[in-house]
C-alpha cells in the first residue's frame, strides 16, 4: 500500500503509525507549542493556527514517489487513539538511493520508547519501497536525545560538522547518523 493512502498504517508492539489528518491538529498542538520540544526542530514554536496551517501544507505533499518528496507519519497509541509524535521522511536522492528521516514526540510520552519504536518502523518500510540503500538522521550535535536514540537503533556516526546550519539565530554543529540497507537487515 502506498504512504500516500488515507488506509496506510504501521503496525508496531505498541503503536500505530499513519498519516496524519487535519483532525490530528490538537494532538499535534499539545507539543508542537512547547518551546523546549522544538529547539532543535526546524520551525519554530507554534499556535494552534499554525500547527492546523502546516499541517494542511505536509498532508497536501505527503508523498515519496521523486526525490525532493517528504512524507509525515503520525505514531498513534492504539488504546487511546491519540498521536504521541511523528515522523519525517524525506527522499534525498534518486540517484544515491538515499532517505532521510526526523522525529519528534510528546514529552508526556518520552523516554519510553516510542520514538525508536516509531523509527525503527519508518527505516523497515524505507527500505521495503526497494527506492533506498541507505538512510540517515540528520542532528543538532547539542541534541543528545536524538543521538542515544539513533545509537539506540543501531545506525553509525558518519560525520560531525562544525557551525553547518545558522539555525535559530545561531550557528550550531550538527551531525550524521546512517545505516545501509544490508546493515539494518543484518544488526
Known amino acids: 500500500m502506498e504512504i500516500t493512502s488515507p488506509d496506510f498504517r504501521l503496525i508496531t508492539k505498541r503503536l ?9 491538529a490538537d494532538d499535534l498542538f499539545e507539543y508542537q507549542s512547547v518551546a523546549e520540544v522544538v529547539t532543535y526542530i526546524p520551525w519554530p514554536q507554534r499556535t494552534y493556527e499554525q500547527v492546523v496551517e502546516a499541517l494542511a501544507k505536509a498532508t497536501a505533499a505527503s508523498k515519496l514517489d521523486y526525490e525532493g518528496d517528504f512524507a509525515l507519519l503520525g505514531f498513534v497509541l492504539p488504546e487511546e487513539n491519540k498521536v504521541i509524535g511523528q515522523i519525517s521522511l524525506m527522499y534525498k536522492s534518486k540517484e544515491n538511493q538515499t532517505a532521510e528521516f526526523g522525529y519528534v514526540i510528546n514529552p508526556k510520552y518520552s523516554g519510553q520508547g516510542y520514538a525508536t519504536e516509531a523509527s525503527a518502523a519508518a527505516i523497515d518500510y524505507l527500505f521495503s519501497t526497494g527506492k533506498f540503500r541507505r538512510v540517515y538522521a540528520h542532528l543538532d550535535i547539542r541534541n543528545s536525545a536524538s543521538e542515544d536514540l539513533v545509537k539506540r537503533l543501531g545506525l553509525r556516526k558518519e560525520a560531525e560538522f562544525k557551525e553547518e546550519e545558522f539555525f535559530k539565530g545561531e550557528w550550531t554543529d550538527t551531525m550524521i547518523y546512517a545505516t545501509l540497507k544490508n546493515e539494518w537487515i543484518n544488526r
Open 16 to 24: 500505530i503509525l499513519r498519516p496524519l489528518t487535519l483532525s490530528d
